[in-house]
T-cell receptor, first 118, second 118 residues
Framework: AQTVTQSQPEMSVQEAETVTLSCTYD???????LFWYKQPPSRQMILVIR??????QNATENRFSVNFQKAAKSFSLKISDSQLGDTAMYFC???????????????FGTGTLLAVQP | NAGVTQTPKFQVLKTGQSMTLQCAQD?????MYWYRQDPGMGLRLIYY???????DKGEVPNGYNVSRLNKREFSLRLESAAPSQTSVYFC?????????????????FGQGTRLTVV
């Protein structure tokens, strides 16, 4: 079974600074996607960024980028120029292609609560 | 532009009561999921449906049943609610229904249902 570890329950960063959220996971699969989701106080789950495991190039999406280390099974999220609107819970979620059958689903970490301070 | 719609948004039940959480998606997705979110636990998969007509247990299925009524709708039923089922419930859907090589498992989420069992 897949496991996901987010070792930082809470983090704080000053506005305009950079912060990195860590995530490690365990999987026996060779091809998969990984995702970071954001959950602001509104409770809505919002996709932040995705990474394809077979691609060596790290994904970027505006101020958000990942550091994907496949061999180490590490998938960290870097937020540059942090904004007040980035305050949210962030979840790491590797996609699984083989869970009790040919299906795809996400396994979520326990989340990191990020507070951006003015 | 509805996406994934969950009803109700809030519900209070007495121990032993039953209820059904409704979920519908209008994106023609194959896969649908029910997660529960508890403080410090992240999102945990209750049940999923890889395609119309199929359902499978996730990590925490006890006390729940599901029905994939058609491709659009996936309901979650609590037959006899218990205080341990107090949680926020999320329905999600994703386009892919299985098979290696079809790894884009990005999930689209509903707004959640806050359920309290007293």
């Amino acid at each position: 079974a897949q496991t996901v570890t987010q070792s930082q329950p809470e983090m704080s960063v000053q506005e305009a600074e950079t912060v990195t959220l860590s995530c490690t996971y365990d999987t026996s699969e060779s091809n998969y996607y990984l995702f970071w989701y954001k959950q602001p106080p509104s409770r809505q789950m919002i996709l932040v960024i995705r990474q394809e495991a077979y691609k060596q190039q790290n994904a970027t999406e505006n101020r958000f980028s990942v550091n994907f280390q496949k061999a180490a099974k590490s998938f960290s999220l870097k937020i540059s120029d942090s904004q007040l609107g980035d305050t949210a819970m962030y979840f790491c979620a590797p996609g699984s292609s083989n869970y009790g059958g040919a299906t795809n689903k996400l396994i979520f970490g326990t989340g990191t609560l990020l507070a951006v301070q003015p | 532009n509805a996406g994934v719609t969950q009803t109700p948004k809030f519900q209070v039940l007495k121990t032993g009561q039953s209820m059904t959480l409704q979920c519908a998606q209008d994106m023609n997705h194959n896969s649908m999921y029910w997660y529960r979110q508890d403080p410090g636990m992240g999102l945990r998969l209750i049940y999923y449906s890889a395609s119309e007509g199929t359902t499978d247990k996730g990590e925490v299925p006890n006390g729940y049943n599901v029905s994939r009524l058609n491709k659009r709708e996936f309901s979650l039923r609590l037959e006899s609610a218990a205080p341990s089922q107090t949680s926020v419930y999320f329905c999600a859907s994703s386009p892919r229904g299985g098979g290696l090589g079809r790894m884009n498992t990005e999930a689209f989420f509903g707004q959640g249902t806050r359920l309290t069992v007293v």
